[in-house]
């Protein structure tokens, strides 16, 4: 992106920010073609370019105010509002959300192997991840709303009762991880899964409590009803649903 400096014309300064728009917006789409990996390596750049338009958008404003260009600049500062909103969702759906303060000192914690507050965690990293998979604990991680594909993949390295319950969905890709988990898992909050999740989670080894399942397809009910591990714990209304079709 260009840093040019602004103009004195609102006007002219209001189109030199809507170029730049344009440009970044190409930049975004490039981003979201990027690998998972990328996407960590890249996501503050781009972030900062967008901040830093929304910036220089607010203090256009300011000056349309006096010069009757207001409705224009309100156009670009809602246009680039969406873009962010969607560029935010895009990194939490493939790196998960950011840390919060609380979670960056757990994060320490564990390093320092002592793992006693891992249940507060509200994120987690692939470090964090893997470290936890090391230990044959029972771990509650029940705060996370969010793992990633790569997380998941850690996480199934793990050996021992392992509760996901604040999860309400999953990936296919994460679902198959944590199908290779080995000891008990619960993943009590998912409210539905899709056929191809139905099925690898169908594979587990162990005890699986989905019990909060408000729906599933035929296909996955299917799939549950040849359910290969130790024990599977549905909901009764889902549980109903599976014995019909064994």
Same mark, same amino acid.
């Given at each position: 992106?260009?840093?040019?400096?602004? =103009?004195?014309?609102?006007? *002219?300064?209001? =189109?030199?920010?809507?170029?730049?728009?344009?440009?970044?917006?190409?930049?975004?789409?490039?981003? /979201?073609?990027?690998?998972?990996?990328?996407?960590?390596?890249?996501?503050?750049?781009?972030?900062?370019?967008?901040?830093? #338009?929304?910036? %220089?958008?607010? &203090?256009?404003?300011?000056?349309?105010?006096?010069?009757?260009?207001?409705?224009?600049?309100?156009?670009?500062?809602?246009?680039?509002?969406?873009?962010? &909103?969607?560029?935010?969702?895009?990194?939490?759906?493939?790196?998960?959300?950011?840390?919060?303060?609380?979670?960056?000192?757990?994060?320490?914690?564990? %390093?320092?192997?002592?793992?006693?507050?891992?249940?507060?965690?509200?994120?987690?990293?692939?470090?964090?991840?893997?470290?936890?998979?090391?230990?044959?604990?029972?771990?509650?991680?029940?705060?996370?709303?969010?793992?990633?594909?790569?997380?998941?993949?850690?996480?199934?390295?793990?050996?021992?009762?392992?509760?996901?319950?604040?999860?309400?969905?999953?990936?296919?890709?994460?679902?198959?991880?944590?199908?290779?988990?080995?000891?008990?898992?619960?993943?009590?909050?998912?409210?539905?899964?899709?056929?191809?999740?139905?099925?690898?989670?169908?594979?587990?080894?162990?005890? #699986?409590?989905?019990?909060?399942?408000?729906?599933?397809?035929?296909?996955?009910?299917?799939?549950?009803?040849?359910?290969?591990?130790?024990?599977?714990?549905? *909901? /009764?209304?889902?549980?109903?649903?599976?014995?019909?079709?064994?």
């Amino acid at each position: 992106m260009s840093n040019l400096e602004l =103009q004195p014309d609102t006007e *002219s300064n209001l =189109q030199t920010l809507e170029t730049e728009m344009i440009l970044t917006r190409k930049e975004i789409e490039d981003f /979201k073609k990027l690998s998972k990996e990328d996407h960590e390596k890249h996501k503050d750049e781009i972030f900062s370019k967008l901040k830093d #338009l929304q910036s %220089r958008l607010d &203090q256009s404003i300011q000056e349309a105010i006096q010069t009757g260009e207001i409705e224009n600049a309100k156009k670009l500062k809602k246009q680039l509002e969406k873009e962010v &909103q969607e560029l935010e969702s895009l990194i939490e759906a493939t790196v998960g959300p950011e840390p919060t303060n609380l979670d960056k000192v757990i994060f320490q914690e564990i %390093r320092e192997t002592e793992y006693i507050n891992a249940y507060r965690l509200t994120t987690i990293t692939d470090e964090i991840a893997e470290m936890l998979a090391e230990k044959k604990f029972r771990f509650q991680l029940d705060r996370l709303t969010h793992i990633s594909d790569s997380v998941a993949e850690r996480l199934s390295k793990h050996e021992g009762d392992l509760s996901l319950d604040g999860l309400t969905s999953i990936s296919d890709v994460v679902a198959e991880h944590l199908s290779h988990h080995k000891g008990n898992l619960s993943l009590s909050g998912l409210e539905t899964v899709s056929d191809i999740a139905a099925k690898h989670l169908a594979e587990y080894s162990g005890v #699986l409590e989905i019990y909060g399942l408000i729906s599933i397809s035929d296909t996955a009910t299917k799939y549950f009803g040849e359910y290969k591990g130790a024990k599977l714990l549905l *909901s /009764k209304t889902i549980q109903t649903q599976v014995g019909k079709n064994r």
